[in-house]
């Protein structure tokens, strides 16, 4: 089966955190999101899943050179970065659509779908 990564993208201009959201409407998320994931586990399809600090929290580390550079913050400037993810597995990427569609109703933002890249053939 092919893995795939569904991406919580989330606007740069703010940095949700979940201290910031009303909490009635917090414990609604992890309600929905937690039946999600048991759907995923029931079903075989859960690989594993996060959620993510926001940017201002990463370091970027270039060891590219003769030594490290780290530097704080993310790597780029972007309209949106990345808040979460689930990877899962799917026969394919409608089934793999279909469980996206789920998650972005449970988390009430909308959810990029890639599937991962597969290693070269032996």
């Not at 309209?79 to 990877?87: A, D, H, K, M, R």
């Amino acid at each position: 089966m092919t893995k795939y990564f569904l991406s919580l993208p989330h606007d740069s201009a703010e940095e949700p955190t979940m201290e910031s959201m009303d909490p009635a409407e917090l414990q609604q998320v992890i309600a929905a999101v937690g039946a999600f994931n048991t759907a995923l586990q029931e079903a075989g399809a859960f690989v594993s899943a996060g959620g993510l600090q926001p940017p201002s929290n990463a370091t970027t580390v270039d060891y590219t050179g003769d030594s490290p550079v780290l530097t704080p913050g993310p790597f780029v400037e972007a309209e949106e970065y990345l808040g979460g993810f689930w990877i899962i597995e799917a026969e394919n990427d409608d089934v793999a659509i279909e469980w996206t569609k789920q998650a972005s109703r449970a988390l009430r933002s909308k959810i990029e779908v890639r599937a991962l890249q597969e290693g070269p053939a032996a």
